[in-house]
């Protein structure tokens, strides 16, 4: 059974950080590309950052590139995602996601961590 495990969410300041981690179980993590969502009220489901499953290839978002940073530790089956220079419009549901490098295999998703950055 695969679980994706979000947390490190949490109430935050404007400019403050914050970490969160994504710890996933049941997959052969080393070989699938993760990735972090996020989905704020009213709002549809927007990609915030990418990582391949060696590390190599990394992308984000235009509105978070230079503030926040996506890493993994394939050793302990975790992404993580650094949060810096937190702004009120990041405040959402941050998800993780999980996309098998096979075809028709469909992703899998955490249950979500609230951030909220508000003064």
């Known amino acids: 059974q695969v679980q994706l495990v979000e947390s490190g969410g949490g109430l935050v300041r404007p400019g403050g950080s914050l970490r969160l981690s994504c710890v996933t179980s049941g997959l052969t993590f080393g070989i699938y590309h993760m990735s972090w969502y996020r989905q704020a009220p009213g709002k549809e489901r927007e990609l915030v950052a990418g990582i391949s499953g060696d590390g190599g290839t990394i992308n984000y978002a235009d509105a978070v590139k230079g503030r926040f940073t996506i890493s993994r530790d394939n050793g302990k089956n975790t992404v993580y995602l650094q949060m810096n220079s937190l702004k009120p419009e990041d405040t959402a549901v941050y998800y993780c996601?999980?996309?098998?490098?096979?075809?028709?295999?469909?992703?899998?998703w955490g249950q979500g961590t609230q951030v909220t950055v508000s003064s």
């Open positions: 996601n999980a996309k098998s490098p096979y075809p028709r295999v469909d992703p899998y």
